[in-house]
Nanobody
Framework: QVHLVESGGGLVQPGGSLRLSCAAS????????VGWFRQAPGKEREFVAA??????SYADSVKGRFVISRDSAKNTAFLQMSSLKPEDTAVYYC???????????????????WGQGTQVTVSS
C-alpha cells in the first residue's frame, strides 16, 4: 500500500524560506515520478514542480524560487521554497505516479497517489 506523508509546512514571513518533505512508503522514487501541487482556498489544485527520471519542471510562478529534489536512500522528496510571497499560501501536496507521461505532469488528475497535504502560510 502506498503512503505519501508531507511535512515541513508552517507560517513564514514574506521573503522567507521553507523546505517541505514527502516521505514515501510502498513505492520507490527511483521508479516513480514525484510532483508537488498546491491548493489555495477557493481555487483549483495547481502544479508546482515535478521530477521524472532526472527531468525537472516548474510552474512559471515558482521558477527561480523553488527547487524540487529527492533522496533515494531515504525515499523522500523535497521542495525547497525561497523568496516566499503571500500568494504562495496554500496547502501543498506531494504526488507520485509510476507511468505518467511528461505532457501530463502538470495535470493533477493524471497522478495516482497523493499525500494528505501540509499548510504553508506566508504572512507578516
Amino acid at each position: 500500500q502506498v503512503h505519501l506523508v508531507e511535512s515541513g509546512g508552517g507560517l513564514v514571513q514574506p521573503g522567507g524560506s521553507l523546505r517541505l518533505s514527502c516521505a514515501a512508503s510502498g513505492l520507490t522514487f527511483t521508479t516513480y515520478a514525484v510532483g508537488w501541487f498546491r491548493q489555495a482556498p477557493g481555487k483549483e489544485r495547481e502544479f508546482v514542480a515535478a521530477y521524472k527520471r532526472g527531468d525537472i519542471s516548474y510552474a512559471d510562478s515558482v521558477k527561480g524560487r523553488f527547487v524540487i529534489s529527492r533522496d533515494s536512500a531515504k525515499n523522500t522528496a523535497f521542495l525547497q521554497m525561497s523568496s516566499l510571497k503571500p500568494e504562495d499560501t496554500a496547502v501543498y501536496y506531494c504526488a507520485a505516479d509510476r507511468s505518467i507521461i511528461t505532457s501530463s505532469l502538470p495535470m493533477a488528475r493524471h497522478w495516482d497517489y497523493w499525500g494528505q497535504g501540509t499548510q504553508v502560510t506566508v504572512s507578516s
